[in-house]
């Protein structure tokens, strides 16, 4: 929750409510660092992880990208992997630095291949880096793998809420039947 209220100051300009917002996550910081990551199986990810998360949120997204980087390497699970290299591609796309997110997005996808916000975020990084033919690629396999159209799918979540897609659809004919067949299933419910 201090999370989502720090994100909700910066965007609506709040320098009161963003304050609130730090010192909440401050001292949520600070139990979860004396708790151990709240007793986390593997506190020596989840301390950094949760940390680049906050930070992030507060609009430190350079220490985000730092912090996360040490989570990385404790990354122990497959899921960790591609939860702390996802999160670090997305940040560096965010940064204007799509080309370096590329090789964590790699990471990312060598520990979960069919991840739709891997794949989502893979082909945020490609178009970025002048490479809509692979953008391209990645939103046709999303369109033939069947178990992800769903309204309530990670695709239709990501086609919903994914920044920077709907002008990345002029490029890719895969991505305009994408948001085609969203608004049909929006249409139908």
Same mark, same amino acid.
């Given at each position: 929750?201090?999370?989502?209220?720090?994100? =909700? %100051?910066? +965007?609506?300009?709040?320098?009161?409510?963003? #304050?609130? !917002?730090?010192?909440?996550? /401050?001292?949520? @910081?600070?139990?979860?660092?004396a708790?151990?990551?709240?007793?986390?199986?593997?506190p020596?990810?989840?301390?950094?992880?949760? =940390? %680049?998360? +906050?930070?992030?949120?507060l609009?430190?997204? #350079?220490? !985000?990208?730092?912090?996360? /980087?040490?989570? @990385?390497?404790y990354?122990?699970t497959?899921?960790?992997?591609?939860?702390?290299?996802?999160?670090?591609?997305?940040?560096?796309?965010r940064?204007?630095?799509?080309?370096?997110?590329?090789?964590?997005?790699?990471?990312a996808?060598?520990? /979960?291949?069919?991840s739709?916000?891997?794949?989502?975020?893979?082909?945020r990084?490609?178009?970025?880096?002048?490479q809509?033919?692979?953008?391209?690629?990645?939103?046709?396999?999303?369109?033939?793998?069947?178990s992800?159209?769903?309204?309530?799918?990670?695709l239709?979540?990501?086609?919903?809420?994914?920044?920077?897609?709907?002008?990345?659809?002029?490029?890719?004919?895969s991505l305009?039947?994408?948001?085609?067949?969203?608004?049909?299933?929006?249409?139908?419910?």
């Open positions: 929750d201090a999370c989502n209220l720090a994100h =909700r %100051a910066r +965007a609506i300009g709040d320098a009161a409510m963003h #304050e609130r !917002a730090r010192v909440a996550i /401050a001292d949520l @910081l600070e139990q979860y660092d708790t151990d990551g709240d007793g986390h199986a593997h020596a990810w989840a301390r950094p992880n949760q =940390r %680049a998360m +906050a930070q992030s949120a609009g430190d997204i #350079e220490a !985000a990208v730092r912090t996360e /980087a040490v989570a @990385l390497r990354a122990d497959p899921r960790r992997v591609v939860v702390s290299a996802g999160n670090i591609a997305d940040r560096l796309i940064l204007d630095r799509a080309d370096e997110a590329i090789d964590y997005i790699v990471r996808w060598n520990a /979960a291949p069919t739709v916000p891997v794949m989502i975020t893979a082909a990084a490609f178009y970025l880096t002048g809509p033919a692979e953008s391209e690629a990645i939103f046709a396999e999303l369109a033939e793998i069947a992800l159209h769903g309204p309530d799918s990670d239709a979540a990501a086609l919903r809420h994914e920044h920077g897609l709907s002008e990345m659809a002029a490029e890719c004919p305009r039947s994408l948001f085609d067949w969203l608004d049909a299933v929006e249409a139908g419910s």
